[in-house]
């Protein structure tokens, strides 16, 4: 390995790959069904590419391997570092932070050094892995500092950065108190990538707030320091998606629409099933989404034998006070709402605090006659994105929270701001009583637009705007799209 040299580095937290160890202490690799390793893997099979992340267990040291023609470099977490790295700075700093203030941001001196020493621990891996002039990509929050600590240590690479989340607006994010070596940090890369536009503007005006340097969109000017020379960072939204055919083959297999069907049967085929899909974490307003529900259901709007909200709970940072606090409150509101509600034979709430197989996903969805997406703020939600691409049936209403970044791009759904419960109740209302007609042409709409923006798309126009950021050679020699992408175009601007 000591030698091994590569065109194309992935750089992000949580490896593609998760550590089963089988009851006799054996261990293997099983790939998490993210669309991001989809959707990169065809640029990493052509370049022969690495991963470079961490494994998701602490203590565990391993030596790099290849899974299903991968190549993995495994990088180590002490317990210590995932408490202070992960579960601190990056789960309790900057996600609460980036998500608007939710909850209380929590700010301690040494989650900070810890979020530093893991960062450059990142930065040394992928400089020892990256070959002369190779592209690397760098993913989310939890590794802001990377492209420039990369920077200083490989000149000569092409540094891609990706967040996943949103960016806060200056007056939230100038709470932070290492807010200029964030940005200096993000700043190490050719090509800042953000969800939406508002948040590319949000970054834009706080690098113009703390440092001064001139902007106009999508350029960011850094001039020279003593350390590195002057340079044009591009910093544009690159909405993320999902693999779109693979969901709706997924969607459209017998065996999977047979368990939806079997699904409606098994909640005692009521006349409307509403789903929500989320991680159980506060930004996505499980709360608000069960006011609305149980306020619907108090005032006979819907009864509870005509209608069941099932609410997947997926578990998440359960080792994080907060995310403790959430479920406590979200599992004595569903046992409230069932209390009050609920007949021997219909429960009004079906929560479900597990994770499931993605066929069970693709039933879900294709059970539903109403999607909730509530969040308070998200970065894109996927989930909505999936119960469009799984509606091969051109039925279903999306109801979708503002917040979330999907709300861009998916304008046919019913668009709701989840603090206004009265404005969530009638457009559950809306959904319910909604006309097939109508429900088929928003949902046709929906699904064009999801099928033009695929995640091949977005990771083919990240690259080709890397690329291009850097002369347009691209090194990559991969299939890239051509730009001119999504209401959204970057001029060819000769770099200064
Ligand atoms: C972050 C940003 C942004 C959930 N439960 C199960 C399961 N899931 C899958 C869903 C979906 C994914 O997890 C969740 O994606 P989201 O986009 O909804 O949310 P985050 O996890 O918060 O992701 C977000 C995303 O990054 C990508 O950039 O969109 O804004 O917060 O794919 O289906 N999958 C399976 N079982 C479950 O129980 N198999």
Redesign the pocket.
């Known amino acids: 390995m000591a030698d091994e040299r590569f065109a194309f580095v992935v750089v992000s937290n949580r490896l593609p790959v998760d550590r089963v160890v089988a009851e006799d202490g054996s261990a293997s690799w099983k790939q998490s069904?993210?669309?991001?390793v989809t959707a990169l893997e065809p640029v990493m099979r052509k370049t022969e590419g690495a991963w470079v992340g961490w494994i998701g267990q602490p203590e565990v040291e391993l030596a790099p391997f290849t899974h299903s023609g991968l190549r993995i470099v495994p990088l180590a977490l002490t317990g210590g570092e995932v408490e202070l790295f992960y579960e601190g700075f990056s789960n309790d700093t900057i996600w609460p932070l980036y998500h608007d203030v939710i909850v209380p941001a929590t700010y301690h001196r040494d989650w900070w050094d810890s979020y530093v020493a893991v960062n450059q621990r990142f930065a040394d891996q992928a400089a020892a892995v990256a070959d002369v002039g190779a592209t690397v990509w760098v993913h989310?929050y939890q590794l802001q500092l990377v492209p420039r600590m990369l920077r200083l240590a490989r000149p000569d690479l092409v540094i891609g950065f990706f967040n996943?989340?949103?960016f806060p607006a200056y007056g939230l994010y100038s709470q932070l108190p290492w807010r200029t070596q964030i940005i200096e940090g993000l700043l190490g890369a050719d090509v800042i990538g953000f969800?939406r536009v508002s948040d590319a503007g949000n970054f834009s005006r706080a690098v113009r707030r703390l440092l001064g340097y001139p902007t106009r969109s999508p350029f960011i000017e850094v001039p020279a320091t003593d350390e590195l020379p002057a340079r044009r960072v591009v910093a544009r939204p690159f909405p993320?998606s999902?693999d779109v055919v693979a969901f709706e083959e997924l969607a459209r297999s017998p065996a999977v629409q047979a368990r939806a069907t079997q699904i409606r049967a098994e909640l005692g085929n009521p006349k409307t099933v509403i789903l929500g899909?989320?991680?159980l974490?506060y930004?996505?307003g499980i709360g608000h989404r069960l006011k609305a529900f149980s306020e619907i259901l108090e005032e006979g709007r819907l009864k509870v034998e005509d209608v069941t909200l099932v609410q997947?709970a997926?578990p998440s940072r359960e080792r994080v006070e907060t995310y403790k606090h959430l479920r406590d409150e979200i599992e004595l509101t569903v046992g409230r709402i069932n209390g009050d509600f609920g007949t021997i034979g219909h429960q009004a709430v079906n929560y479900l605090h597990?994770?499931?197989?993605?066929e069970?996903?693709a039933a879900l969805y294709l059970a539903a006659d109403v999607m909730l997406v509530t969040?308070l703020r998200?970065?894109?939600?996927?989930?909505?994105k999936?119960y469009v691409a799984a509606r091969h049936d051109e039925d279903g209403v999306l109801v979708l929270s503002e917040f979330?970044?999907?709300a861009d791009e998916l304008k046919t759904s019913l668009r709701i701001n989840p603090h206004d419960i009265d404005g969530l109740k009638d457009a559950i209302m809306q959904a319910v009583d909604m006309p097939r007609a109508e429900r088929r042409k928003r949902m046709r709409s929906l699904r064009k637009r999801v099928r033009e923006n695929d995640v091949g798309h977005w990771s083919r126009s990240f690259l080709r705007t890397l690329s291009d950021a850097n002369g347009g050679i691209d090194r990559l020699g991969a299939d890239l799209d051509p730009l001119g992408d999504l209401e959204w175009t970057v001029e060819r601007v000769p770099k200064p």
């Open positions: 069904p993210g669309g991001l989310d996943h989340i949103p969800q993320i999902i899909v989320d991680r974490d930004t996505k997947v997926s597990h994770g499931f197989p993605r069970e996903m969040a998200d970065g894109m939600n996927l989930v909505a999936e979330a970044g999907a």
